[in-house]
């Protein structure tokens, strides 16, 4: 079993820089891939990024490239997606989700799933 909490959403401007984290429980962190995810209002939850065990392996929606990166300290049992040079589109409440081993761009094959951070870009 593996709770997830996401913390630092807030509000920024277009342009803007935010640090989101995602603290797990439970053991063996680093047997989990993990995903960050968003859904904007009326909107299906979409892929953002992903990340294998080991922080070796990354995945990216390519309206984020360049501009996200996740990253993941097994250490501490949390994993992180820094967003820079936000745009209004990326408003959406983001979660982070965990599955066992592989890293996948599919909502429907992560187990868990935090409680999501709501991320509004607007000036």
């Known amino acids: 079993q593996v709770q997830l909490v996401e913390s630092g959403g807030g509000l920024v401007q277009p342009g803007g820089s935010l640090r989101l984290s995602c603290a797990a429980s439970?053991?063996?962190?680093?047997?989990?891939?993990m995903g960050w995810f968003r859904q904007a209002p009326g909107k299906e939850r979409v892929f953002v990024a992903s990340?294998?065990?080991?922080?070796?392996?990354?995945y990216y929606v390519d309206s984020v490239k360049g501009r996200f990166t996740i990253s993941r300290d097994n250490a501490k049992n949390t994993v992180y997606l820094q967003m820079s040079s936000l745009k209004p589109e990326d408003t959406a409440v983001y979660y982070c989700?965990?599955?066992?081993?592989?890293?996948?761009?599919?909502?429907?094959?992560?187990?868990?799933w935090g409680q999501g951070t709501q991320v509004t870009v607007s000036s």
């Open positions: 990340i294998s065990g080991s922080g070796g392996t990354t």
């Open positions: 989700a965990a599955r066992w081993k592989l890293t996948t761009t599919l909502p429907s094959t992560y187990n868990y």
């Open positions: 439970g053991r063996a962190f680093s047997d989990y891939a």
